[in-house]
């Protein structure tokens, strides 16, 4: 899968190619508009500076215990075209849900896959109503795509994949005792070849999962 910032490097590379090759025909309009010329080759050294540095692996950070939530929520409210999440428990922990049901309303593609233990049984809720597990109903109707295990074995990942390009990877289910309460351990970085890697498994395992909910 190409990254979007290649395709804008490619683009811009283009353009400075055929801008290049009239300068060296001695264009009359690149003379006339030569501050224009400088600007707009200044303009496309940036952005060529800056799509290579995205396309290229970013430091990755560390997230130990309770860090992992602000990240999460910056990474699923920031992505502009799709967010891949599998995870082993996942219940209605409200600061994601929100976050979610946000980028889902600017259009972002989001596609969940969960484990089928009880607690994420989107049919569970408390004495007052509340779903304790995740909200499948309300999410889908946001145009949310959600998947669950089929086997008896346990779907134990924790991976979530934003763009194709930047990933969150580690210990932390996206539950309250998750992020408030346990000793975690989450990486989080950004690198195009490993995103790629994790979105094929990803693939994989969505082409085996069910619609439905079910022990």
Same mark, same amino acid.
């Not at 560390?62 to 999440?85: H, R, S």
């Given at each position: ?18 801008? %290049? ?9 690149? $003379?006339?508009?030569? $501050?224009?010329?400088?600007?707009? *080759? ?5 952005? %060529? ?8 692996? /970013?430091?990755?950070?560390? *997230? ?37 049901? $946000?980028?889902? /309303? ?16 989107? +049919? ?55 992020? +408030? ?25 969505? /082409? ?8």
């Amino acid at each position: 899968l190409i990254n979007k910032y290649i395709k804008d490097c490619q683009y811009y590379g283009q353009i400075l190619i055929i801008m %290049l090759y009239f300068y060296g025909k001695g264009g009359k309009m690149l $003379k006339k508009y030569h $501050k224009i010329v400088i600007i707009t *080759l200044v303009f496309i050294s940036l952005s %060529l500076g800056l799509c290579c540095a995205k396309t290229f692996p /970013q430091k990755p950070k560390i *997230l130990f215990n309770n860090q992992a939530l602000n990240p999460i929520i910056d990474l699923i409210e920031n992505a502009t075209e799709t967010i891949d999440i599998q995870m082993f428990s996942f219940t209605n922990y409200d600061p994601i849900i929100q976050a979610i049901k $946000k980028s889902a /309303q600017k259009g972002v593609e989001i596609r969940i896959y969960a484990d089928n233990q009880d607690a994420n049984n989107p +049919q569970k809720k408390n004495k007052e109503g509340k779903i304790l597990g995740l909200p499948e109903a309300d999410l889908e109707e946001l145009g949310v795509q959600i998947r669950w295990e089929t086997s008896s074995k346990y779907m134990h990942r924790k991976i979530a994949i934003f763009d194709q390009e930047n990933f969150i990877i580690g210990s932390t289910n996206w539950t309250k005792n998750g992020f +408030q309460e346990n000793d975690e351990a989450d990486i989080v970085m950004s690198d195009c070849d490993i995103a790629c890697q994790l979105a094929e498994q990803f693939e994989k395992d969505w /082409q085996k999962s069910s619609q439905n909910f079910s022990k």
